[in-house]
């Protein structure tokens, strides 16, 4: 079982509709988590972070966790053609390092 | 405006060859890392490291080292490029504590080994 697992898509949402993207990670100590995205060619950005269970909300984005289920999600509400893009979900496995541990990525399409 | 930055944004090398990777970020990090990016095998952790000259491997270390002398500055070296190489490489840092800001990452460097 890899460690952090996403769809890889493509989603795709028509312009104004909320896109859902989903994360399941398999080590239960898991403390912290992230959602990158990635545009074509460029490299990751950091978009949110959560820590505890329940909802995080930054803008149009909401990031959820349930460490029970082991599953992390984003919501982008509105969502638009600019939020095409790839979107990778990201656990912290050892807190002593700060080592990352990434799932390979959802493609979100946004269509006008 | 911190930053990571990436000495080279595209690179060609060939087979057999010794390449440095170098990464200079200006936040004063404590940890650094390097990824390789790949169509559908997502990011993989190559090496990373916590302080100066300390080093740790990652989950596919095999053909590489690292060097670390300075707190700025992290390189990565492919003693002996190979064609399975050819990838798009990512420095990243982070502060010791810096759950909260997670990596800063630097615009890449895509490698193609001929």
């Known amino acids: 079982q890899k460690e952090v697992e996403q769809n890889s898509g493509p989603l795709s949402v028509p312009e104004g509709a909320i896109a859902s993207l989903n994360c399941t990670y398999s080590d239960r100590g898991s403390q912290s988590f992230f959602w990158y995205r990635q545009y074509s060619g460029k490299s990751p950005e950091l978009i949110m972070s959560i820590y505890s269970n329940g909802d995080k909300e930054d803008g149009r984005f909401t990031a959820q966790l349930n460490k029970a289920s082991q599953y992390v999600s984003l919501l982008i509400r509105d969502s638009q053609p600019s939020d095409s893009a790839t979107y990778l979900c990201?656990?912290?496995?050892?807190?002593?390092?700060?080592?990352?541990?990434f799932g390979t990525g959802t493609l979100l399409a946004v269509q006008p | 405006d911190v930053k990571v930055t990436q000495s080279s944004r595209y690179l060609v090398k060939r087979t057999g060859e010794k390449v440095f990777l170098e990464c200079v970020q200006d936040m004063d990090h404590e940890n650094m890392f390097w990824y390789r990016q790949d169509p559908g095998l997502g990011l993989r952790l190559i090496y990373f490291?916590?302080?100066?000259?300390?080093?740790e491997k990652g989950d596919i270390p095999e053909g590489y080292s690292v060097s670390r002398e300075k707190k700025e500055r992290f390189s990565l070296i492919l003693e002996s490029a190979s064609t399975n190489q050819t990838s798009m490489y990512l420095c990243a840092s982070s502060s010791l504590g810096g759950t909260e800001l997670g990596y800063t990452f630097g615009s890449g460097t895509r490698l193609t080994v001929v």
């Open positions: 990201s656990v912290i496995l050892d807190g002593a390092t700060n080592k990352l541990i």
């Open positions: 490291s916590y302080d100066v000259k300390m080093k």
